[in-house]
């Protein structure tokens, strides 16, 4: 067991110095996206807002950053990716602190609107860079290392909101109030990110020979492919996980007190340890089987979870399910980065991201007012309701042909280091 261990963690040495230093600058920006993403919705509705305009608030959070990521993207091939990882951290710790500060409705889409340009500018040239730190060689490696950072600090972030019941219970400090200390804090925190790429890492290579440019030339057809699978995949996960804590409060009564700790902590940590073990999948089974293996498995376990007996075993049913979805996700990323020119990266994450990110946001708010129609008119829930199990039926057709057309697509496409039997140089150049 000890040497299966061990040759799970030598998947991770020898990957290059900046690369590492620019995964774990991504530990703080994440710790702030983890309380966001657990905490928002809840918040927001503690604090008065109505369930149906915290949705909307969400949704022009992900509208916003999907409309802007593919310009922040071609900008980002032209002048620099690293000026934009940072701008996004900066951006992104601000939205934050108004958050928790301000109650003000169109002060809180502000807001909003700022978590989208911050994670636009930041996911349209994150991966790009790290692909382009990290190498063909060491880049599956780097990708799986940089979503186990990634979900352990989302899980620290989701575990911070354990601190409400001790403020609660020690300094008779309300849910509310707590939540502003919460919010206040992370955001602080979270701007060590930014801090260490600005003063750590260079610079990545940029071609202004090319000009600005948002449509990608050379791959346009292997991301076209990627695009419709990803459209797929996030027109379903719209319609129940951003709003997990919000179906829970609304079937179980559970503040994020209470589901805070589980979506966004144990959820985070199991998925975080997962995420190590994709490297080697790969592989052995190969980076296209081991997504649609991984996705595949998760899905069964997501269409059961409105059917669960109790909150209980909805917790334990969720975690598998994450698990097994976010182990595809390095595997994903190390396809499309290794598929795509380096002068296109981040033109190519920015078009998957915005074409991921608009869906998912409309069928967010599809989802959180599905939901809202188990309240009646009197203000009283129903937790039987066929509109708190639609969503995650919804979500299961939409994942498995998802899953469908990106095996039919990609089931014979191979990275350039899948495609040798021995080592080789890093000087091969990505497919085109």
Not at 87 to 106: E, Q
Not at 126 to 132: G, I
Not at 230 to 244: R, S, T
Not at 298 to 321: D, G
Request: charged content about 10%; hydrophobic content about 50%; proline content about 4%.
């Amino acid at each position: 067991m000890f040497q299966r261990l061990g040759s799970i963690f030598d998947e991770y040495k020898g990957i290059p110095r900046e690369a590492n230093l620019l995964i774990y600058s991504s530990f703080f920006t994440w710790a702030a996206a983890g309380l966001l993403f657990i905490s928002l919705q809840v918040f927001l509705v503690l604090e008065g807002i109505s369930f149906a305009t915290s949705s909307l608030i969400l949704g022009t959070f992900g509208i916003v950053s999907g409309a802007s990521t593919l310009l922040f993207g071609g900008l980002a091939d032209r002048y620099g990716k690293k000026k934009f990882v940072v701008a996004g951290g900066l951006l992104g710790s601000l939205a934050l602190a108004i958050f928790a500060l301000d109650t003000n409705i169109p002060h809180l889409f502000g807001a909003a609107v700022l978590a989208g340009f911050s994670e636009a500018a930041y996911a349209s040239s994150w991966s790009a860079m790290l692909a382009d730190k990290a190498g063909n060689m060491k880049r599956t490696s780097a990708f799986g290392l940089s979503f186990f950072v990634a979900t352990i600090s989302s899980a620290l972030g989701g575990f911070s909101t354990s601190l409400l019941s001790v403020m609660n219970t020690v300094y008779k400090i309300d849910l509310v109030t707590g939540n502003r200390y919460l919010f206040v804090g992370v955001a602080a925190i979270s701007l060590v990110g930014p801090l260490i790429v600005y003063t750590r890492v260079s610079e990545s290579h940029t071609l202004e020979e090319l000009g600005f440019h948002i449509i990608p030339k050379k791959a346009r057809r292997v991301i076209l492919r990627y695009v419709i699978a990803g459209i797929l995949i996030a027109l379903g996960a719209g319609m129940v996980i951003p709003l997990m804590s919000g179906w829970a409060f609304l079937k179980y009564g559970l503040a994020n007190n209470v589901t805070g700790p589980i979506f966004g902590g144990v959820t985070s940590l199991v998925m975080g340890f997962a995420n190590l073990a994709t490297p080697r999948l790969a592989r052995r089974f190969g980076t296209v089987r081991t997504i649609v293996l991984t996705q595949g498995s998760s899905t069964a376990f997501l269409f059961s979870i409105p059917f669960a007996p109790n909150f209980a075993s909805v917790s334990a049913i969720y975690v598998v399910r994450s698990a097994l979805m976010m182990m595809s996700n390095p595997a994903q990323n190390s396809l499309l980065m290794g598929l795509v020119p380096a002068e296109e990266r981040s033109v190519a994450s920015a078009i998957v991201a915005s074409l991921w990110r608009l869906p998912n946001s409309f069928s967010t708010s599809l989802g959180g007012y599905t939901m809202g129609l188990a309240t009646g008119p009197n203000g009283v829930t129903d937790p039987s309701s066929i509109y708190l199990a639609l969503p995650f039926m919804i979500c299961t057709a939409l994942y498995l042909s998802a899953i469908t057309y990106f095996w039919r697509s990609f089931k014979d496409v191979k990275l350039p280091e899948e495609q040798v039997l021995a080592p080789i140089a890093e000087t091969i150049p990505a497919a085109t």
